[in-house]
């Protein structure tokens, strides 16, 4: 039951910038690492960026790289992503998932999602 919800989308114009967010439904959870992906129609969901619970560790694709940003808060449940200088071609729906600190998760797979929160940018 426990979920993710992702706010901040919007329409934007090309240069301009969001902040996505990334907050747990209901109760808090343990988790390894958090990250954003984003899917487009017609094309295969994309990895953007991740982030460790610490914060310390973060990885990005190389579409995203300088231009977005992921961080987390101090208490370690919201997650976010600065975008900056968007472009038309980052027009998708953006989705954040975690990597449950559990037993049944050794393997560390993404397996709490939240439902995504559009972004579109015209140019």
């Known amino acids: 039951q426990v979920q993710l919800v992702e706010s901040g989308g919007g329409s934007v114009q090309a240069g301009d910038s969001l902040r996505l967010s990334c907050a747990p439904s209901?109760?808090?959870?343990?988790?390894?690492?958090t990250g954003w992906f984003r899917q487009a129609p017609g094309k295969e969901r994309e990895f953007l960026a991740g982030i460790s619970w610490s914060g310390r560790d973060t990885v990005y694709a190389d579409s995203v790289r300088g231009r977005f940003t992921i961080s987390t808060d101090n208490a370690k449940d919201t997650v976010y992503l600065q975008m900056n200088s968007l472009k038309r071609e980052d027009t998708a729906i953006y989705y954040c998932a975690a990597q449950g600190a559990t037993l049944q998760n050794r393997h560390r797979e993404y397996d709490i999602w939240g439902q995504g929160t559009q972004v579109t940018v015209s140019s």
């Open positions: 209901g109760r808090t959870f343990s988790r390894y690492a």
